[in-house]
């Protein structure tokens, strides 16, 4: 599967964003979808992640409350709706696909990643 990420930009402390994640091929709907930020010099690091049929969710202690994940299977496409922004969400943001299964955290577990989209919030 290819994915391919957008949405990102530059918006002020306290903004929103909502960046997508377009899978091409038609087994998306078998995929868990997680999304990654890394900002630099830091590893990539867990955001959020969910299942294939959209019933779960889980998300970083750092963005629980003001990140909600969802996808449209029908659109093969994961969002990442990022509200209540803060200068140090800002990174580069990856999408990635895991085979089916449970969510995980790690990202040596996902199986296909996106290009990255930059994330910049400014103070």
């Known amino acids: 599967v290819q994915l391919q990420a957008s949405g990102g930009g530059l918006v002020q402390a306290g903004g929103s964003l909502r960046l997508s994640c377009a899978a091409s091929g038609r087994t998306f709907s078998r995929y868990t979808m997680g999304w990654f930020c890394q900002a630099p010099g830091k590893e990539r690091e867990f955001v959020a992640a969910?299942?294939?049929?959209?019933?779960?969710?889980y998300y970083a202690d750092s963005v629980k409350g003001r990140f909600t994940i969802s996808r449209d299977n029908a659109k093969s496409t994961v969002y990442l709706q990022m509200d209540s922004l803060k200068p140090e969400d800002t990174a580069v943001y990856y999408c990635?696909?895991?085979?089916?299964?449970?969510?995980?955290?790690?990202?040596?577990?996902?199986?296909?990643w996106g290009q990255g989209t930059q994330v910049t919030v400014s103070s």
């Open positions: 969910i299942t294939s049929s959209g019933d779960t969710t």
């Open positions: 990635a696909a895991k085979r089916l299964g449970l969510i995980v955290t790690s990202k040596d577990m996902y199986d296909y």
